[in-house]
């Protein structure tokens, strides 16, 4: 498993505060930027990621934004990816056991960075249920 990140403008501090934590656990990650404090464009950074969870469907993608709403929006555009904005520990565990959700993501400006850190861990650690969650994954594709 890898462990994809990208983010805009908004998202670079709790970014850094993640890959900090990340680095910490020695989990493999891949910063697909942005890496500077002026504004961008979200949907380039989101597609970024897109292109790269193609490769692979080990690949984790994490996508960091202001409210998480436009980067939700862009990942999910794509058949590879199953996004999920995730603002407490429990939707990070119902978007990876319901869901097989394969993006985390999280509106920094929202969420304190332990929080993130937390979210972060529990979508993770949280394996996919499958079962009768199966069926309904395979319509989103």
């Known amino acids: 498993m890898k462990i994809l ?4 403008h908004a998202g670079l501090d709790l970014k850094k505060q993640l890959l900090d934590h990340l680095a910490s ?5 891949e910063d697909l930027g942005c890496n500077v404090e002026s504004s961008v464009d979200y949907p380039d950074y989101a597609n970024a990621l897109i292109l790269r969870m193609k490769e692979s469907d080990e690949n984790i993608g994490i996508l960091i934004c202001g409210s ?3 980067m ?10 199953r996004a999920a904005l ?9 978007a990876r056991a319901h869901n097989d959700a394969n993006v985390l ?3 920094a400006r929202f969420l304190p960075p332990k929080e ?11 394996p996919f249920e499958v079962g009768r969650h ?8």
């Open 25 to 29: 656990k020695k989990i493999l990650f």
């Open 116 to 126: 993130a850190i937390k979210i972060l861990d529990a979508f993770l650690s949280t």
């Open 86 to 94: 995730c603002h407490n520990i429990e939707y990070a565990k119902l």
């Open 105 to 107: 993501v999280l509106g």
């Open 5 to 8: 990140i990208a983010n805009d």
């Open 72 to 81: 939700s929006i862009a990942a999910n555009r794509n058949k590879y990816v």
């Open 134 to 141: 199966q069926f309904r994954v395979n319509k989103l594709s």
């Open 68 to 70: 998480g709403i436009g």
